[in-house]
């Protein structure tokens, strides 16, 4: 266990200035306030740019990392870890602009990690919230994905289940491995950019999914990750999710992974009933992500 | 006498001490008085910088006679020395001791060149006058206007190979656990101080903010020493407060820059140093871990003036040492921007203008232009360094002057600067036949006069931050023709900034001064937005309004 706990929050957003000011309210009201608060911005046209910096004048914690241009949450999120890599933290809690942590999140994040390494001496690869929609229920797309062992150190007092998936959104994930995995796949641009990197951790050791952490979505709808619900506005990004699962698979499972995935998006679109248009366009994805390999880029 | 003020050379009781330990001091016999003096003067302050770094070792200097000015070219060993044939060559004057703080005390053995007394030609310039590259000689002699192009290219090229080559990332900086304490302050009885590291002592505009942030130190009642970072003659080192609170180390001339590390360490712990202020101080920079790992309650702050194309210059060297850094002063709003885009900072860069609020007048006075005048005067003011490009304003007075023949005005010119383009610019003039015409001018010349009595100020620079001579002429009612480049979109009106490329600029700088002769209406519109220009910049926090309340602080004992 590290006797050093800088905490570094990154922030990806673009064009949602309103709700980057709740995050950063929701930040500024933490029980344990992360030395280092790193927005990255990207490219925004709206007021972001002005509102972070009025902030920033006054609060030197507050880091301004404007991109280019647009290059995607994952883009953002491999940007915003590297920046805060070099900025000397040991743990680096991750987010989007639109989820507002409890006062208590991310203390609560860092206890946990900690006390479950001092309890059980593995070393958990991250330590995920629980993720709710405005109404309080489970945000569906943030639902972490449990390893076969999950209840191993669940106890009533400590119910940390392990898993080995899950989105950027409040999750917390410690210097060492990230030096040792890398960076997230900037070249997702959107979507399994997170399931992708978290596996990726998780080859040292699974993470913990801490229901006591809490955070809010502030998402238009509470929709899963489910093909079955492609339509007209949401194509483009389920085009990216099938071309970067895709290529995830072929990387771990070689062509057959790939298969058995596209047979079950098959049967996702099919009990969707979505339209044979987009289903071509999702299949054509998929085998774009054959030929997709992005780099793994370490820090 | 810059070395009088040297509390160190004072050091009388130090200076006895070394010279009654000296073991071989015969070499010196032979010199004269006044190269004795020269050289006692010298090895007091050798001594004092050494004992400085070295307080318990016993020290052992071999002095050679340099035949270098500025440089000492020290070497240093720590432990066992052996001579060897090179060590007693003909440069070798002598050798004496320092003795230890005991008998067992380590020896460092301390090489040093004596630098020589500086010849007048070089008193008054160092740099050789200016001379086109042996290949393009020809190039510069049909076409100068050429020549500069082909160097404008490859500036260009500096500059886009700049990023990769210079990466623009912090340097990390680790806080510590609360586990191991960061040092604290030892007591002391001595006043606070601050160390103020600048380039050089030589004529510049970071050099002048450097100057007046000795003055508003010693006005805020802290004890000042100054270092530079590259030796040279420092020739403003008279201008120095003739103080005994203000004391100019001459570690330029005798400490190589590895050592300044260790240094400052011992010179903040004797001397209560509170504050650093690193005015383009490379050494000083390369101190700062030193700095942050065993001295964390001195504040750090730096001031910086212009982004280089080359490699981005001090601002990106601060930039990287960021994380070391409690403040970033800078001068101008594109600074403030560099700063936020390439190392993600904000709220510790703080703006203050190179603006003295008490010598500003209340409002502009009219222009000094008036359409369809029949006599116009053209100026220019800075050092005749490529960054000014000498040549390009020789170049626009030669276009003007063409300009001026047919619309039948009357031309006059003013250059004021010098520099190693001086007998460039003269030959340009002369060949141009505009030597009757284009008075060259000495630096010490009355500037705002010179741009009271001037309509148009040129300012055709390769690169500034913002030119403090471009306030001076809007308040002169002189107008400032500039190229587009680093703050200058700040004073000067968008349609008075000219393209960088030399070939554009002139003619560039021709176009506007055609229009603002002929279109009344244009040049009552480039007044307005000069005016608007002016009121933006004077609103501004100044200087001396961001760093004085941190002097203050830091002199009344408080820290951040």
């Not at chain 1, 629980?130 to 109404?135: A, T």
């Not at chain 1, 995935?261 to 098959?266: D, S």
């Not at chain 2, 006599?375 to 002057?401: D, H, I, M, N, S």
Request: charge should be positive; aromatic fraction near 8%.
């Amino acid at each position: 266990m590290s006797a050093l706990s800088k905490t570094a929050a990154v922030i990806v957003t673009f064009n949602r200035s309103a709700k980057l000011m709740k995050v950063l309210d929701a930040l500024d009201g933490q029980t344990r306030r992360p030395d280092v608060i790193l927005v990255v911005d990207n490219a925004s046209t709206d007021d972001t740019q002005a509102l972070v910096e009025a902030r920033a004048r006054d609060d030197l914690s507050i880091r301004y990392l404007r991109l280019p241009k647009n290059v995607g949450g994952a883009g953002g999120f491999h940007a915003g870890l590297k920046a805060a890599y070099g900025l000397g933290a040991h743990y680096f809690w991750v987010s989007d602009d639109d989820a507002y942590p409890q006062p208590d999140a991310i203390e609560r994040l860092v206890h946990a990690i900690t006390a479950f390494e001092a309890r059980h001496e593995w070393r958990p690869s991250f330590a995920c919230s629980r993720v709710e929609w405005i109404d309080g229920t489970l945000c569906e797309m943030n639902t972490p994905r449990p390893v076969w062992d999950w209840p191993r150190f669940l106890h009533p007092e400590a119910a940390w289940a392990l898993v080995d998936s899950a989105s950027f959104v409040s999750i917390l994930i410690p210097r060492w491995a990230v030096e040792k995995h890398g960076l997230p796949i900037a070249d997702y641009f959107i979507w399994f950019d997170d399931a992708e990197y978290t596996r990726r951790l998780s080859r040292s050791y699974p993470g913990i999914f801490c229901p006591e952490s809490r955070v809010i979505h502030d998402t238009p709808d509470n929709r899963g990750v489910n093909f079955g619900l492609v339509d007209e506005k949401s194509l483009w990004k389920f085009k990216y999710g099938a071309r970067n699962e895709a290529s995830w698979r072929r990387r771990e499972a070689g062509l057959m992974g790939v298969l058995a995935y596209a047979y079950g998006v098959h049967l996702q679109m099919k009990g969707g009933n979505v339209p044979w248009r987009m289903r071509r366009e999702i299949f054509r994805a998929i085998a774009r992500g054959m030929t997709f390999r992005p780099k793994v880029v370490p820090v | 006498m810059p070395f009088s003020i040297t509390p160190q050379a004072k050091g009388k009781a130090q200076a006895d001490e070394t010279r009654s330990s000296m073991t071989s001091m015969t070499a010196l016999a032979p010199v004269g008085e006044d190269p004795a003096e020269h050289i006692q003067r010298e090895i007091a302050e050798i001594v004092s910088i050494y004992s400085r770094l070295y307080p318990t070792q016993r020290l052992h200097f071999i002095l050679y006679e340099g035949n270098d000015p500025v440089w000492s070219a020290p070497s240093v060993i720590e432990g066992p020395f052996t001579f060897q044939p090179q060590h007693v060559n003909a440069q070798f004057l002598g050798q004496f001791e320092r003795p230890g703080a005991h008998p067992g005390a380590a020896s460092v053995t301390i090489t040093l060149s004596i630098p020589r007394k500086p010849l007048p030609g070089e008193v008054k310039q160092m740099d050789a006058p200016w001379a086109p590259i042996r290949r393009l000689r020809a190039v510069h002699r049909l076409a100068p206007l050429v020549y500069e192009k082909i160097r404008y290219q490859a500036e260009m090229l500096r500059k886009r190979r700049s990023v990769k080559r210079h990466p623009r990332v912090s340097l990390l900086r680790g806080d510590g656990s609360s586990l191991l304490p960061p040092p604290r302050p030892p007591e002391t009885g001595k006043r606070p101080a601050i160390l103020i590291g600048m380039h050089w002592l030589e004529v510049g505009g970071a050099e002048k903010l450097g100057f007046d942030t000795i003055r508003w130190a010693q006005q805020a009642g802290l004890r000042v020493f100054v270092a530079a970072g590259v030796p040279s003659i420092q020739r403003l080192a008279g201008k120095l407060p003739d103080s005994p609170d203000v004391t100019f180390l001459r570690l330029d001339r005798y400490l190589p820059h590895h050592l300044w590390p260790r240094y400052v360490e011992q010179l903040a712990l004797a001397e209560n140093i509170r504050l650093i202020h690193i005015h383009h101080c490379r050494p000083l920079y390369e101190s700062l871990p030193q700095i942050r790992a065993n001295l964390p309650w001195v504040e750090v702050i730096d001031s910086t003036h212009i982004v280089e194309y080359a490699d981005g210059g001090f601002p990106r060297s601060s930039g990287v040492w960021s994380n070391f850094i409690d403040i970033h002063h800078v001068i101008s709003k594109e600074l403030v921007d560099y700063y936020r885009e390439h190392f993600h900072v904000i709220g510790k860069v703080r703006l203050g203008r190179m603006l003295d609020r008490s010598g500003h007048p209340k409002g502009l006075p009219e222009l000094n232009m008036q359409p369809g005048k029949k006599r116009l005067q053209v100026a220019f003011v800075g050092r005749l360094y490529y960054q000014k490009r000498p040549v390009v304003v020789a170049e626009a007075f030669r276009a003007l002057a063409a300009w001026a023949r047919r619309n039948d005005v009357e031309l006059t010119g003013k250059i004021v600067g010098e520099g190693p383009f001086l007998d460039t610019v003269r030959d340009l003039l002369r060949r141009y036949g505009l030597a009757d015409r284009v008075a060259l001018l000495p630096a010490d010349a009355p500037v705002p006069e010179i741009l009271r009595q001037s309509d148009i100020l040129l300012l055709p620079s390769n690169n500034e931050g913002l030119a403090l001579v471009c306030y001076e002429a809007v308040e002169q009612g002189c107008i400032p023709i500039s190229t587009d480049v680093g703050s200058q979109a700040e004073i000067v009106p968008q349609d008075l900034l000219v393209p960088l490329e030399p070939q554009a600029c002139v003619k560039g700088i021709v176009a506007a001064v055609d229009r603002l002769w002929r279109d009344a209406a244009f040049l009552s519109r480039q007044r307005e937005a000069l005016v608007r220009a002016w009121t933006g910049l004077t609103a501004d926090p100044t200087a001396e309004e961001i760093l004085m309340p941190v002097y203050q602080k830091a002199a009344s004992g408080q820290q951040e």
